[in-house]
Each structure stands twice: as C-alpha cells, then as structure tokens.
C-alpha cells in the first residue's frame, strides 16, 4: 500500500474504525488516523439532594449536525451515485466497479481541469 498510495498520511475514519482498524492502519501501514465523531451526550449526572437540574443538558442538538471532514466522504458517494453504473451493484467483479471509480473521478477531473483552463472571459 505504501507504494501504492505514496503521498498519503493522514485518513479520516468514521467512528466504526474505532477499534483494531485504526490500530492497524497506524502500525502496518504508518498513517496518521483521525476519528470523525459525533458530539459526546451526557449519561449521567451527580445530583445534590434539593438541587435542580437543567433537563437540556441530557438532550442532543435536533436537525443537520456539521462533523468536520464528513462531508468529502459523502459528497464523493454523491459523484458516484451520478454515474448511471454506480448508482446501484451492477458489476459481478470489484475489479470492474473499482475501474468504474476510476472512470468517474477522472471524467470529474478533466471536467474542472477545463473549466480552469477557460479564460475568464469565457467562463461567464
């Protein structure tokens, strides 16, 4: 993988990788690893006797919640899902679906790539 992937350091990871998988990627493979967690709630409590609390505290925030980093994940899966032949498992072989990737990101790519070799003028 390192030779493979030579320019990469750093990964962000969902909270499933919490366990054995980032250990492993650090030691094998000697990338840096950062979790993308939620917020931690409150479980409990030490409460006086006679002394009120706030039930807020206990509550998490309702609606769209920002997590950095989060976002690239899910808006590369939407590219993918752009493409009529990855928007569902077409492919019986990883191989063909992985060559599939590959085809996406490169189209995307040399779509930007000409639009930033546009002048200026053209681009309006």
């Known amino acids: 993988m390192k030779e493979r992937f030579g320019r990469l350091a750093h990964i962000w990871l969902d909270q499933g990788y919490t ?9 094998e493979l000697g990338w840096s690893v950062e979790i993308v967690k939620h917020a931690p709630r409150p479980r409990g409590i030490w409460v006086f006797p006679g002394q009120e ?6 509550q998490r925030p309702k609606g769209f919640r920002h997590l950095p980093r ?8 939407s590219w993918f899902g752009q493409a009529r032949r990855l ?13 599939m990737i590959y085809i996406t990101m490169s189209r995307l790519m040399l779509r930007r790539l000409a639009r930033a070799a546009r002048p200026f003028s053209d681009r309006f």
């Open 19 to 27: 366990g054995a998988g980032k250990a492993w990627i650090e030691q």
């Open 53 to 58: 609390v706030d039930p807020t505290i206990f």
């Open 70 to 77: 989060r976002w690239v994940v899910e808006r590369t899966f």
């Open 87 to 99: 928007s569902k498992d077409y492919e019986r072989l990883p191989e063909t679906e992985e060559a």
